[in-house]
């Protein structure tokens, strides 16, 4: 499957209620060493936060490389890099 922007997910999952796991995602680290979310090859939609963080915690425990994303988050995807002893990569 072919990564999809940032930009083309919002497009397609722009409600307000639109909570969302995304799986595979391709990242940048910014001057600010903060990374930023640029696509994703596998998008999950959900209608509460509580399906969504359930789907995300079920994703990363299989191993996937998950981020899930809340609504507020709409022209960008920016967060602080955080080292997880657990994963042994950035949560």
């Known amino acids: 499957m072919e990564t999809r922007s940032f930009k083309d997910i919002r497009k397609q999952y722009h409600e307000d209620d ?28 959900y209608k509460s936060g509580k399906e969504m963080y359930e789907a995300y915690k079920d994703l990363a425990k299989k191993g996937f490389n998950v981020f ?12 602080e890099q955080k080292f997880s002893m657990r994963l042994g990569r950035y949560a």
């Open 18 to 45: 639109d909570f969302l796991v995304l799986v595979d995602c391709e990242t940048r680290e910014l001057a600010t060493k903060e990374l930023e979310v640029t696509g994703a090859k596998y998008v999950h939609a």
């Open 68 to 79: 899930f994303l809340l609504p507020s988050y709409k022209d960008s995807f920016i967060m």
